[in-house]
T-cell receptor, first 113, second 118 residues
Framework: AQKITQTQPGMFVQEKEAVTLDCTYD???????LFWYKQPSSGEMIFLIY??????QNATEGRYSLNFQKARKSANLVISASQLGDSAMYFC??????????FGAGTRLTVKP | GAVVSQHPSRVICKSGTSVKIECRSL??????MFWYRQFPKQSLMLMAT?????????EQGVEKDKFLINHASLTLSTLTVTSAHPEDSSFYIC??????????????FGAGTRLSVL
């Protein structure tokens, strides 16, 4: 069964506006971690933000914030003040316990000037 | 963030040859490293988990004799694609898990290796 779901294959946002990329997950493990990575056309995977299942507050890293709704099992990424350089593939991932990490299908974000 | 170096970034080889890809964690020690494969316009697929000093754990459907993994030190894991064939052409990307105290076990990735087998 798919454990990480990203329902938006592609998203467009105007430069300087905020955008939300959706991610839902499924797990019965009480201890898990949620991650977002950015993959530009060069191929490298860039770590953006992490949220632990026991963290009380939503994670933030600069212009990135993670909207963690535990009961709904969602971990949406919010990018504020979009920049042209934000155009890339974005992957949501989950790690259960100490296991390896599994990825969603990804969302391609295009920032329009 | 932490740095993971992957080399080479691109390799073109003839069918039947073997190709070695190196993955190094430059500023932290990694007991555990991971190797992924990514097809165009798709997500990352875990191939194997590499554990320092022990045998790698392969995902179902991944041929361990085809994709040899060695994790001889806490900063280096290698993936060797043996007797490569055109169907092995893909983007291979490694990852190292930072297990330091405040690191939250975050996985950092190399820049990937694009393998083309002629």
């Amino acid at each position: 069964a798919q454990k990480i779901t990203q329902t938006q294959p592609g998203m467009f946002v105007q430069e300087k506006e905020a955008v939300t990329l959706d991610c839902t997950y499924d797990t019965s493990d009480p201890s898990y971690g949620l991650f977002w990575y950015k993959q530009p056309s060069s191929g490298e995977m860039i770590f953006l933000i992490y949220q632990g299942s026991y963290d009380q507050q939503n994670a933030t890293e600069g212009r990135y914030s993670l909207n963690f709704q535990k009961a709904r099992k969602s971990a949406n990424l919010v990018i504020s003040a979009s920049q042209l350089g934000d155009s890339a593939m974005y992957f949501c991932a989950m790690r259960e316990g100490y296991d390896d990490m599994r990825f969603g299908a990804g969302t391609r974000l295009t920032v329009k000037p | 963030g932490a740095v993971v170096s992957q080399h080479p970034s691109r390799v073109i080889c003839k069918s039947g040859t073997s190709v070695k890809i190196e993955c190094r964690s430059l500023d932290f020690q990694a007991t555990t490293m991971f190797w992924y494969r990514q097809f165009p316009k798709q997500s990352l697929m875990l191939m194997a988990t590499s554990n320092e000093g022990s045998k790698a754990t392969y995902e179902q459907g991944v041929e361990k004799d085809k994709f040899l993994i060695n994790h001889a030190s806490l900063t280096l894991s290698t993936l060797t694609v043996t007797s490569a064939h055109p169907e092995d052409s893909s983007f291979y990307i490694c990852s190292a898990r930072d297990e330091g105290r405040a690191a939250k076990n975050i996985q950092y990735f190399g820049a990937g290796t694009r393998l083309s087998v002629l």
